[in-house]
C-alpha cells in the first residue's frame, strides 16, 4: 500500500511538472500560460486533466501531418487558376488614399491570397433573402458544389437544403458538405447523417470523441461557404436553419443576420479555403474548378482566412492595422464582443485620434454571459469616446466591419477569443466604395433605431451585476 501512495505521488508531481512545462513553453500570452501552469501545479491530477482537454492545441499538430496534402492542392491551385495572377493588384496600384494602402500591405503579409478585381457582392438580408439565392445557385449547378456550415439544422430550412444538395448529386454534381462535428449537434436528427443517405459526400470537421484523440471542444469550424460551380459564392454570418428567417415573429429564437452572394475572382480564393478545408477533414486532396470565374463588377477583394494553426492570429493582426490607419470613422457591428487588449487600445487610440469609433451590440444575445462579459470592459472603450449602441430585439447576428470610404470586411468571425484565436474563420475585405456605403448607411440606421450606453450608466450598475459581470470576464478566454 505504501508503494502505492508513493507510485501515486510520484505520478500527480511528474504530470503537474509537465503539463505546467508544456504550458510554459508553449502557451503564447503570459497570463494564459501562467493561469494554466498554477492550475496544473495547484489541483494535482485535476490541473493536468483540464490542461490535457482544454489547453493544448492539437489542430497545429493534425495541421502539420496534412501539410504535404494541403501544399499540395495549394499548388494545384496555383498553377491551374491562372486568373489568380491576372485578377491580382498590388496594393499601390489601386489609387487609394495611404491608410487603405497600409491595411492592403498588411493582409498582403498575412494572407496567402492576393487582391483581385473584378468581383461584385450582393448583401442578402435575413434567411428569406439569402436561402433563396443559395437554393438558386444549388439548384443550377451542373459541375460542383461545396458547402461550409457550421450548423445546419434539419428543420424546414434545413430540409429545403438537404433536399436540393441530395437532387444535385443524383444528377451527377460532384456535392460535397463539410459540417463542424459540434455544431451539427444542435440539430437532431444530424444533418450529416441524412445528407450521406441522398448520396452527397459529408465530412465532419474535428467531431467530438469521448475515446481518444480526446475532444477538440474549443476548435472549430465557424466558416459559411458556398461555391456553385466555381463561379458564384456566398458567405458571412448566416448558419442553415429556421431561426434566420427573421420574419417569422412567432419563433422566439428567430436573428437578424446578413449574407453575401459574390462573383468574379474572389470565388476561386473561397473554392480553396473549402479544398484545404475537406482535405483537412480527409486526407484526401481536391482539385480546383476547371473553369475560370470572370470578372463581374469593380469591387477590389481578398480572403482572409484565420485559424489555430496559424502562426498568428491573421484576423486580428489586420483589424487592428485597419482600426489603427482610420481616418475619419470606423463601424462595427457584432453580436459576440470581447475585444482583446491590443484591440481595445486600437480603438481607444482611434477615438483619442478624432476618428468616430461606434460599435453596434444587440440588447438581446442568445448567449447572454458573453454580453455579460463584454460589459465588464465596456468602460474602457466609453472613457475614451468610443461610442456604444445596443440593438433592439429580435437577437441580431450580423457581423460587419466598415472603415472610412471604401473599406469593410465581411464574413463569419465575431469580435471574440474565440473567433479570433480558437475557431476556423474566414473574412472577406472589400475596398469598393458602393459596398461599403451600403454596409455604411446600414449600420447608420440601426444605430438611429438604437439606445446609446453612456459610461455612466455602466458604472452605475448594481453591485451584484458588477460582480456577475467580472466573474464571467475571468472566463472570457473560452466563451
Known amino acids: 500500500m505504501e508503494i502505492l501512495n508513493w507510485a501515486s505521488v510520484s505520478l500527480s508531481i511528474f504530470l503537474s511538472l509537465t503539463t505546467a512545462g508544456h504550458a510554459l513553453l508553449h502557451q503564447r ?43 499540395a492542392a495549394k499548388t494545384a491551385f496555383r498553377e491551374s487558376k491562372d486568373v489568380n495572377r491576372l485578377a491580382a493588384v498590388s496594393c499601390t496600384g489601386l489609387n487609394l488614399p495611404r491608410s487603405y494602402v497600409q491595411v492592403a500591405r498588411i493582409s498582403d503579409t498575412i494572407s496567402k491570397f492576393p487582391m ?37 439544422d434539419t428543420g424546414g430550412t ?49 467531431p467530438p470523441r469521448l475515446l481518444l484523440p480526446p475532444i477538440h471542444i474549443n476548435l472549430r469550424n465557424h466558416r459559411k461557404i458556398l461555391v456553385a460551380d466555381g463561379q458564384i459564392g456566398f458567405t458571412g454570418g448566416m448558419n442553415i436553419g429556421d431561426r434566420h428567417l427573421a420574419d417569422n415573429t412567432a419563433n422566439p429564437s428567430r436573428a437578424v443576420d446578413m449574407h453575401f452572394q459574390l462573383a468574379g475572382p474572389v470565388v476561386m480564393q473561397l473554392e480553396q479555403t473549402f479544398i484545404e478545408d475537406w482535405s483537412f477533414c480527409t486526407g484526401k486532396p481536391l482539385a480546383p474548378t476547371r473553369s475560370l470565374p470572370v470578372k463581374a463588377g469593380a469591387a477590389v477583394c481578398r480572403v482572409i482566412s484565420d485559424g489555430p494553426d496559424e502562426n498568428m492570429n491573421n484576423l486580428a493582426t489586420v483589424l487592428i492595422g485597419a482600426i489603427s490607419t482610420a481616418r475619419e470613422r470606423i463601424l462595427i457591428m457584432t453580436p459576440y464582443f470581447l475585444p482583446s487588449p491590443e484591440m481595445i487600445s486600437a480603438l481607444q487610440t482611434a477615438a483619442l485620434r478624432g476618428v468616430r469609433v461606434s460599435v453596434v451590440l444587440p ?71 458602393k459596398i461599403t456605403e451600403h454596409l455604411a448607411a446600414h449600420i447608420e440606421t440601426q444605430i438611429r433605431r438604437s439606445t446609446e450606453i453612456s459610461l455612466d450608466s455602466i458604472l452605475n450598475r448594481p453591485f451584484i451585476l458588477k460582480l456577475r459581470d467580472a466573474l464571467v470576464w475571468l472566463f472570457s478566454a473560452y466563451l
Open 158 to 206: 434545413g430540409t429545403k437544403f438537404i433536399n436540393a444538395l441530395g437532387q444535385a448529386a443524383a444528377r451527377g454534381v460532384d456535392v460535397r458538405v463539410i459540417i463542424d462535428g459540434f455544431g451539427e449537434f444542435y440539430s437532431l436528427p444530424r444533418a450529416g447523417s441524412a445528407l450521406k443517405k441522398q448520396g452527397v459526400k459529408v465530412a465532419r470537421f474535428l
Open 29 to 71: 500570452i503570459p497570463s494564459s500560460a501562467l493561469g494554466w501552469v498554477a492550475v496544473c501545479l495547484v489541483f494535482p491530477l485535476a490541473g493536468p486533466l483540464l490542461y490535457f482537454l482544454f489547453g493544448i492545441n492539437r489542430v497545429q499538430t493534425r495541421a502539420r501531418k496534412l501539410e504535404d496534402k494541403r501544399q
Open 363 to 433: 440588447v438581446k444575445n442568445n448567449l447572454p454571459y458573453i454580453k455579460w462579459a463584454g460589459t465588464n470592459m465596456l468602460p474602457e472603450l466609453l472613457f475614451r469616446g468610443v461610442r456604444i449602441f445596443y440593438q433592439p430585439p429580435p437577437f441580431v447576428h450580423t457581423k460587419l466591419f466598415v472603415m472610412d470610404e471604401q473599406y469593410a470586411q465581411i464574413g463569419s468571425a465575431n469580435l471574440d477569443p474565440r473567433s479570433l484565436r480558437l475557431n476556423f474563420e474566414l473574412t472577406v475585405e472589400v475596398y469598393d466604395r
Open 116 to 152: 483581385v478585381a473584378g468581383n461584385h457582392i450582393s448583401p442578402l438580408h435575413n434567411g428569406e433573402a439569402a436561402y433563396p439565392a443559395m437554393l438558386h445557385a444549388i439548384e443550377n449547378a451542373t459541375r460542383s458544389i461545396y458547402l461550409i456550415t457550421y450548423i445546419f
